[in-house]
């Protein structure tokens, strides 16, 4: 929506014949002018358009453009005013805003101020639900296999609807006409802008209780609210609500508008009833037909077991009839049973005449203890005078052995030699001294005779010229018989 903007509403003086005689005005305080003048004109204006570049800021502002055929008008929505929209903007959507209109001085631009936004006509809404409804759909919150059973006899049924409308007063009636049973309200908006959030609030909040004790979980949940416009009906089209419905734990009925309303939680519940009054049929059987039932199965059990007892009672007769004298049968048996007896007696008689023959057989067998006792004895004493000799014989063996080689030991021992009046000569640290050549004057000698050791000294006739020790150690070994020492 644009106007013009005529001079006089600028506060300007008229104009002369010539631009000299005009006031100057600054850009400032022209753009503070023309934004005085457009809110003043347009103080609170509704505008019908199609959204175009809906942009969700990180400030929780929305800016948005509103157009037609003929032109672009500039939106913003301001955090306070987004969370109470009733329609999420998105592009494509025809709605109509209720607002002021404002300049934007930096961009000498002009722009609504949306407080509030609404679908434009029926087919708009229609256009929305249908986007959502297919969209619900390629996510399979509508699938059949995620439907749930109803429960045959619910003890505690949960509704979620208006506590003042008729509606509730219609499912407690019907409740109450066909199975009274405890009912759990949680009562919410079924209209406005609240009305979603409450409902979804409501559906989680019963699946949220625990399964025993008050308030618990009911078994089977109802969302109803009576017939009305389209408008009226979008709440139960929101998307939170849908997937509350498909989420829930509990088999839910979904009961909205008159049987020719379809809304996107009817796709989602477990069972849609085109009626609250349906819904509440739906929930609960008529007690009278359990009961009536009860009576025919009642009945019918009570004869089929007078059949089976008369069935029972002729085939006892018959099993009598051919079963004959039970005295007969019992004096069969007791014969039978004497006749055991003997077989017993005689068979207990021949089993210990039997034992007791191989009892003398094994006692023949055995020796008094007496007797063992003195064959014992004569085995120990003759392994004893086996041990003595065997042990005599070794040790003699052993002494004998031990002299022989003792005396081996003597006739090799170098004393034997002494003894026949050799000495042994050997230096004063105990080397054998075998020549002369290893003496010389002047040094000490140890002569060890058979009886004993003497020293002595090598004097200078006596002594040979000595060779270096080394040589001795490197002569080569004698030829023929060699050394005694």
């Known amino acids: 929506m644009s106007t013009q903007i005529e001079p006089d509403m600028l506060n300007l003086a008229e104009a002369a014949p010539t631009g000299g005689n005009l006031a100057p005005y600054t850009v400032g305080e022209l753009a503070r002018a023309v934004k005085r003048t457009i809110e003043g004109e347009f103080g609170l204006v509704r505008v019908r358009g199609e959204l175009l570049r ?23 929505v301001w955090r306070s005013s987004a969370s109470r929209l009733a329609v999420a903007p998105e592009d494509g959507l025809e709605v109509i805003c209720t607002g002021r209109i404002t300049t934007y001085p930096a961009r000498s631009s002009y722009q609504l101020i949306i407080e509030s936004m609404e679908l434009a006509g029926q087919g708009a809404l229609l256009k929305l639900i249908d986007e959502r409804r297919k969209k619900l759909l390629a996510e399979g919150l509508f699938a059949a296999e995620r439907k749930r059973p109803l429960p045959g006899l ?27 049973c405890d009912v759990l309200i949680w009562p919410v908006a079924v209209q406005g802008s609240n009305a979603a959030s409450e409902i979804t609030a409501a559906i989680v909040g019963f699946n949220a209780l625990p399964a025993e004790g008050w308030p618990r979980r009911p078994d089977v949940l109802i969302v109803a609210r009576g017939g009305g416009a389209i408008e009226d009906l979008m709440p139960f089209n929101e998307e939170n ?52 039932r009860v009576e025919e199965w009642s009945s019918r059990l009570l004869l089929q077991i007078d059949r089976a007892v008369e069935n029972k009672h002729r085939g006892l007769l018959a099993l009598e009839r051919g079963l004959g004298n039970p005295r007969h049968a019992i004096e069969a048996h007791g014969q039978r049973l004497d006749g055991l007896e003997e077989r017993l007696e005689s068979a207990r008689r021949n089993y210990f005449d039997r034992r007791r023959e191989s009892v003398a057989t094994y006692g023949a067998r055995l020796r008094h203890p007496l007797q063992q006792l003195r064959d014992f004895e004569q085995r120990i004493g003759m392994l004893g005078r086996s041990l003595q000799s065997g042990f005599g014989h070794s040790y003699d063996t052993a002494r004998s052995r031990y002299e022989r080689l003792s005396d081996l030991l003597e006739s090799y021992s170098y004393r034997g030699v002494l003894k026949r009046g050799f000495a042994l000569v050997s230096s004063r640290a105990g080397e054998a001294i075998g020549s002369v050549t290893e003496t010389e004057p002047g040094c000490g000698l140890l002569i060890e005779f058979h009886d004993g050791r003497v020293g002595a000294t090598v004097d200078d006739s006596s002594a040979a010229k000595p060779r270096p020790r080394q040589a001795r150690h490197e002569a080569s070994k004698p030829l023929g018989q060699g050394r005694l020492f």
């Open 241 to 292: 609500v849908v997937r509350a419905a498909a989420a829930s734990a509990i088999p839910l009925i979904s009961a909205v508008g008159h049987e020719t309303d379809t809304t996107l939680i009817d796709f989602a519940s477990d069972r849609r009833a085109p009626t609250p009054t349906a819904a509440a049929e739906f929930a609960v059987p008529v007690r009278l037909h359990l009961l009536a």
């Open 154 to 180: 619910p003890r505690l049924i949960g509704v979620v609807t208006s506590p003042s409308g008729a509606v509730i007063r219609d499912i407690l009636h019907r409740l109450a006409d066909r199975f009274p």
């Open 54 to 76: 809906v942009k969700r800021h990180g400030s929780g502002h929305i800016y948005l453009c509103l157009k037609d055929d003929e032109a672009v008008l500039d939106g913003v």
